[in-house]
């Protein structure tokens, strides 16, 4: 493999595997953290038969690896091709985690604060959105992040059902370019810079938010 | 969209062969990853200069990649540096790697959590570096660390469920290719599912039993 070989495989991620993946995540991010939390919401106030459906839905979650789930709604074809069948699938089986991160965050404000708020005769969902929310949001945020790291390492299943991001960029390079070991670590590089990129952030964040929830202004 | 049960009686013993499969690799990655992730995990904490950086270095480079790409490297790279391992191996060999790095860093983080104090006081008394590890450390890391190595358990169970990429037919390389064969996605999925949340539930149900039997110890 000369150098020019080496340009083309790192263009070719960059200019099509890469942004194929950011996409896959984009979507897949904002579905999940409505639907997280929604349901994580909805948990939080103990509505009865809701509440027990939600319980299953998580357990299913946790229970079932992404792969399965991305093979069944793909070959099932809910999602039609290959792009909404994968984020259908991430969507799935990450919105449960984000359902209990923010059904945790949301317990652990200080309940006292909730009285307070019925006292003052405030209704439900204004006591959950003005009051908890808010400082739930601070606790739930590095978690959240560690979340979406999940996310984007689990975009790479997406290629088993033919979708064409970074992991699958790599595979198709494979029958050009014959050395294995140089693509793949190609593309480990590249989610190495996105996940160690969002961890970054993400201890500066909490950094800034834990100054930000003790009053200390910066 | 449906359930047809002739998929399952049809393919029990193929289900159950990728069970058992499932099953053995999720047992042989928990032993190799908790072994070799404490090691790596009080490498890291009693910081030997180079080599503690080294692990740090691995911890990090494992725990911000996709498993799957991990696997691939190691079983479509490595041929290409003269090394063909067959899938098993690969297998084991990734799966310790990659779990491996999330264990050490919880190990870590249980040694860090206990204070320095007892070390000097060890060694005041004469114990050496290893018997400070065995007798000092390990029982007390042991016991914040604990929940969370099980909860790696069925982390580690669920992502076996990838090796069916290499070759390896475990629950979802079975259900894969009888869906192939009979082309009934809803059926043999469903039934690997299934299969997973049945590992799932054991596994739990070891926590649970874990956490009864600590509420015990701690009461009494």
């Known amino acids: 493999m000369t150098l020019h070989d080496n340009w083309i495989i790192i263009r070719s991620l960059l200019t099509f595997g890469l942004p194929e993946t950011l996409r896959l995540v984009a979507a897949s991010l904002v579905l999940t953290l409505i639907f997280g939390i929604l349901f994580g919401t909805l948990r939080y106030l103990k509505i009865p038969v809701v509440d027990n459906i939600l319980w299953l839905y998580g357990l299913i979650c946790r229970g079932i690896p992404l792969i399965v789930v991305m093979f069944f709604v793909f070959a099932d074809g809910v999602g039609g091709g290959p792009y909404w069948s994968a984020v259908i699938a991430l969507t799935f089986a990450e919105a449960g985690y984000i359902m209990e991160i923010v059904k945790g965050a949301l317990a652990s404000v200080d309940q006292d604060q909730v009285r307070a708020g019925e006292a003052l005769a405030l209704s439900r969902w204004f006591i959950v959105w003005r009051v908890v929310a808010p400082q739930a949001s601070i606790a739930a945020m590095p978690a959240i992040i560690g979340q979406l790291i999940l996310l984007v390492k689990g975009t790479a299943v997406a290629s088993v059902i033919g979708f064409t991001e970074l992991t699958r960029n790599g595979q198709e390079l494979l029958t050009t370019f014959s050395n294995a070991v140089l693509i793949y670590l190609y593309v480990l590089g590249f989610y190495f810079l996105l996940c160690r990129g969002l961890t970054v952030f993400s201890n500066f964040l909490h950094h800034k938010l834990t100054r930000y929830a003790i009053g200390v202004t910066p | ?220």
């Open chain 2, 1 to 220: 969209m449906d359930f047809n049960f002739y998929v399952l009686r049809d393919n029990v013993g193929a289900y159950l062969s990728g069970l058992l499969t499932t099953i053995e690799y999720s047992l042989v990655a928990i032993l190799l990853s908790l072994l070799w992730g404490a090691a790596v995990g009080v490498v890291i904490y009693s910081a030997f200069p180079l080599v503690s950086r080294i692990s740090r270095a691995y911890v990090m480079l494992f725990r911000e990649t996709p498993l799957l790409v991990q696997l691939f490297l190691l079983y479509y790279g490595l041929p290409n540096l003269g090394i063909a391992l067959p899938a098993s191996v690969c297998a084991a060999i990734a799966l310790m790697l990659n779990e491996g790095a999330y264990i050490a860093e919880i190990v870590r983080g249980g040694l860090d959590g206990i204070e320095r104090g007892q070390v000097e006081a060890a060694a005041s008394v004469g114990f050496s570096r290893t018997q400070t590890l065995r007798l000092v450390l390990f029982p007390q890391a042991w016991h914040s660390v604990v929940d969370s190595i099980l909860g790696m358990v069925s982390i580690i169970i669920k992502d076996t469920s990838l090796l069916t990429v290499i070759t390896i037919m475990e629950i979802t390389g079975v259900a894969q290719e009888i869906n192939a064969r009979l082309f009934e996605p809803t059926t043999s999925y469903v039934v690997a599912a299934v299969l997973y949340l049945l590992l799932f539930g054991i596994s739990q149900g070891v926590v649970a039993l874990h956490q009864r039997r600590r509420s015990h110890d701690t009461a009494r």
